[in-house]
């Protein structure tokens, strides 16, 4: 489902500038395409608990790319030699 979610994220934005930015509208507007059955009110929290999580460029646009990316943390034993 995230694939499929990403991948109209970047048909959308494909559509505008293609920089992996969308406006909140357009984020929205696709949320509630990919998630028909969600009431719009649980759309725009989703959207703007995104915004709380992304950078958002000078001109309002919110880097929806930065969602879906993996932060892996290594954690290594201490070596007692």
């Known amino acids: 489902m ?3 979610l990403v991948q109209a994220l970047k048909t959308a934005d494909g559509q505008g500038s293609g920089c992996g930015a969308m406006s909140s509208e357009d984020i929205t507007t696709v949320l509630t395409q990919f998630f028909p059955l969600k ?3 649980s759309v725009v929290r989703l959207v703007q608990a995104a915004a709380t999580e992304l950078n958002v460029t000078s001109d ?8 879906f990316t993996e932060v892996r943390l290594e954690i290594t034993a201490p070596s007692f030699t």
Do not use: A, C, K, R
């Not at 309002?60 to 969602?67: A, F, I, K, R, V």
């Open 39 to 41: 009431q719009s009110e």
């Open 2 to 4: 995230i694939e499929s």
């Open 60 to 67: 309002g646009l919110l880097l929806y790319e930065s969602l």
